[in-house]
């Protein structure tokens, strides 16, 4: 099997005819599946790009969200709107909702959007200030200390939904894909060739979601997890346990790219 892998696609910085052009790359790589692991637009059309892309490609898409996506609007809307537009349509898959996936016989796919939760690194003393919280609702008019408190919520509910679909998909699986877009370790933090320092790492990681990773692969030595992240748009690929490799995809505004063709 093909697996097509995309993140930080930015679709509303190209025209359409750029996007067909782009489509017309994904097609040449002869993927039987494509995965985006997040930033496919923003939150008034996101829905209309993963549609557009679906109208191009034949292949099922699995995707999760990024940040981006939810510029202009709420968690809630979009993944409402987004967990509806996934139910109607045969090709297009919402990770959050679409549970543990069989890619092949011996790998299985999970994922969720995830969220920078504000543990790495120094949150107190940062002054990284991301147009996140100016531009998604549940992050805007926060202070500090409230702005922090939130964070640690939706890390703590991406871990969640890891904790609950992961005994399952072991159960499964020799080889687990896991798709985020948030990357969930600090030594998958890459920017620029380097991890990135303590301002940034706060908004740039999730400590939740990775701490949930580990235990899960320290109790099955014998299986294999790969994740696909992005967020940082710089690539690098740390391996976390024997079992255990994180890779961070590159990205560009303005300029889309497969990140890999990946051979299951």
């Not at 504000?118 to 991301?130: E, I, K």
């Not at 940034?200 to 994740?227: D, I, N, R, S």
């Amino acid at each position: 099997m093909r697996v097509v892998w995309l993140t930080d696609i930015h679709l509303n910085f190209i025209d359409h005819d750029r996007i067909e052009a782009f489509c017309r790359d994904i097609c040449a790589a002869r993927p039987d599946a494509i995965l985006i692991s997040g930033d496919i637009g923003e939150a008034a059309n996101v829905d209309g790009y993963l549609q557009r892309l679906e109208a191009s490609l034949p292949e099922p898409i699995y995707f999760v969200l990024g940040n981006h996506d939810y510029y202009g609007s709420s968690l809630t809307v979009v993944r409402e709107k987004i967990a509806t537009m996934s139910r109607q349509s045969n090709r297009l898959y919402w990770l959050p909702s679409a549970g543990v996936v069989e890619l092949t016989a011996e790998t299985g796919l999970i994922g969720h959007d995830g969220w920078a939760d504000a543990r790495f690194g120094d949150y107190t003393n940062s002054q990284v200030m991301l147009n996140d919280y100016l531009m998604i609702g549940d992050l805007s008019g926060l202070d500090r200390v409230q702005r922090q408190a939130r964070l640690n919520a939706l890390g703590d509910a991406a871990a969640e939904h890891f904790r609950v679909l992961l005994p399952q998909a072991l159960s499964r699986f020799r080889h687990l894909l896991i798709l985020t877009h948030v990357p969930p370790f600090r030594e998958a933090c890459w920017h620029e060739g380097k991890i990135s320092g303590d301002d940034y790492l706060p908004h740039f990681c999730c400590q939740a979601v990775g701490a949930v990773l580990v235990e899960m692969m320290q109790a099955h030595p014998e299986q294999k997890m790969t994740v696909l992240c992005g967020h940082t748009h710089s690539s690098g690929e740390t391996e976390i346990l024997p079992n255990l490799l994180v890779r961070t995809g590159a990205a560009v505004y303005g300029r889309p790219q497969i990140q890999d063709v990946i051979e299951l």
